[in-house]
């Protein structure tokens, strides 16, 4: 028996062993081979298409001033921003009507009632595109901060790799110490689930989009199907990159670091309850996709870290090169985001609360059969209907 244990031991740790040694390797070296925004020169001025920014708003009357600042700040000739107020109950849209008095290239939409069949943030985004002019488009979220020059560096990304998708990796603000744990195991985690660098392979299926800045053609948007097609869509950022990729367009992700930012969520309560719509719906609203994410995110990522006080031999060695590896690869994504490398020790931490985070989800929407998004209850047979 206890023979049987040492070799179940054994291969549990080295089927880990084995994952980050390959796959995990592999992410990582695909992480550093990312285009950086900073290396490219903004487009010349002759060669700058027109382009519409465009973003919904419900309810963001304190984090809309700042980024309406750096909106006017954009250093680009040929744009148009066009903000969608998307029902808010708040001085969201008198803050928006008087930005657009004083700036001419900023106009708001108003957006009073949802129709059925449709989220609230993707019909928004949708009223946007229907007001737009720009041959490229550029969806992003209220709360985003601009460097003025990232359209015109973002032009120069595209051209230089022929893409009709850019999504950019951008700055997170994080405060404190249990944010920065939750959102470090964020950053390695999304590298994980979605291997980055492979998006810019036209033979494979990856795909990555990132809600505050998604730039692509409008040729590529309006074959695609656009916001139409992902009108119940609740992870609509992302499934925007999946119906450009599967469409046949070229896609592509760069890192923006200084040229693009936001803060997430403020605190680790906000940021836990803020992602209960999104981590059911990240596994497609399935019980057991969810459930093997649940167990996959505490196996791979803390079950080495736990299996160390316990082992010898053979499955020591085993659980120490897993830990090496997460310790050198969280330690490089803290770098990217500019926190110590010293939270690549709190991997093990991050792991269980997202593994609670993805339970809590699974759980409330389950329970309350649906989601709450907007101040709008949408029922869970419904999103189930629209998912893309």
């Known amino acids: 028996m206890q023979l049987?244990?040492?070799?179940?031991?054994?291969?549990?740790?080295?089927?880990?062993?084995?994952?980050?040694?390959f796959y995990g390797s592999r992410i990582a070296y695909g992480a550093i081979r990312l285009p950086w925004v900073k290396d490219f020169a903004p487009a010349p001025i002759t060669e700058c298409p027109r382009i519409s920014?465009?973003?919904?708003?419900?309810?963001?009357?304190?984090?809309?001033?700042?980024?309406?600042?750096s909106l006017a700040a954009i250093d680009y000739p040929n744009l148009e921003i066009i903000a969608v107020d998307d029902r808010s109950t708040d001085g969201t849209a008198r803050i928006m009507d008087d930005?657009?008095?004083?700036?001419?290239r900023f106009r708001v939409v108003h957006v009073t009632e949802l129709p059925a069949g449709w989220l609230g943030k993707p019909h928004a985004l949708q009223q946007?595109?229907?007001?737009?002019?720009?041959?490229?488009?550029?969806?992003?979220?209220a709360d985003v901060r601009f460097h003025p020059e990232v359209l015109g560096?973002?032009?120069?990304?595209?051209?230089?790799?022929?893409?009709?998708?850019?999504?950019?990796?951008?700055?997170?603000?994080?405060?404190?110490f249990w944010e920065t744990v939750l959102i470090t195991f964020f950053g390695l985690s999304f590298q994980m689930a979605t291997d980055p660098y492979r998006v810019g392979n036209p033979n494979s299926r990856t795909y990555v989009g990132v809600g505050a800045f998604q730039m692509l053609k409008r040729s590529a948007y309006?074959?695609?199907g656009g916001h139409c097609r992902l009108a119940m869509e609740v992870v609509d950022d992302m499934k925007l990159g999946k119906i450009v990729?599967?469409?046949?367009?070229?896609?592509?992700v760069a890192v923006a670091r200084d040229f693009v930012a936001v803060r997430w969520h403020a605190g680790a309560g906000n940021l836990i309850r803020g992602v209960t719509k999104n981590f059911f719906a990240g596994s497609s609203f399935n019980l057991w996709q969810a459930g093997a994410g649940f167990l996959g995110i505490l196996m791979l990522n803390a079950g080495p870290f736990v299996a160390l006080p316990f082992v010898h031999g053979w499955m020591l060695i085993l659980a120490l090169i897993s830990v090496i590896i997460i310790l050198m690869f969280h330690a490089g994504v803290d770098i990217v985001m500019r926190v110590s490398p010293l939270y690549a020790f709190t991997h093990p931490i991050g792991a269980v609360l997202f593994a609670y985070m993805l339970l809590r989800s699974t759980v409330v929407t389950l329970r309350q059969g649906?989601?709450?998004?907007?101040?709008?209850?949408?029922?869970?047979?419904?999103?189930k209907r629209g998912a893309v």
Not at 99 to 104: E, I, L, R, V
Not at 128 to 141: C, H, N, P, Q
Not at 370 to 380: C, M, N, Q
Request: hydrophobic share 55%; charged share 20%; glycine share 6%.
């Open 4 to 21: 049987a244990m040492q070799l179940t031991g054994i291969i549990f740790l080295a089927i880990i062993a084995l994952f980050w040694i």
């Open 53 to 69: 920014l465009m973003f919904a708003a419900r309810d963001e009357e304190e984090k809309l001033p700042a980024a309406l600042a």
């Open 99 to 104: 930005f657009a008095a004083a700036h001419s």
């Open 128 to 141: 946007a595109y229907e007001a737009s002019s720009g041959k490229w488009l550029v969806f992003t979220d």
């Open 153 to 176: 560096r973002s032009i120069s990304i595209v051209r230089a790799n022929n893409l009709d998708h850019l999504t950019l990796f951008c700055d997170l603000d994080m405060v404190g």
């Open 222 to 224: 309006e074959a695609s």
């Open 245 to 252: 990729k599967m469409s046949g367009f070229r896609s592509g």
């Open 370 to 383: 649906g989601i709450v998004w907007r101040g709008t209850f949408y029922k869970l047979e419904d999103l």
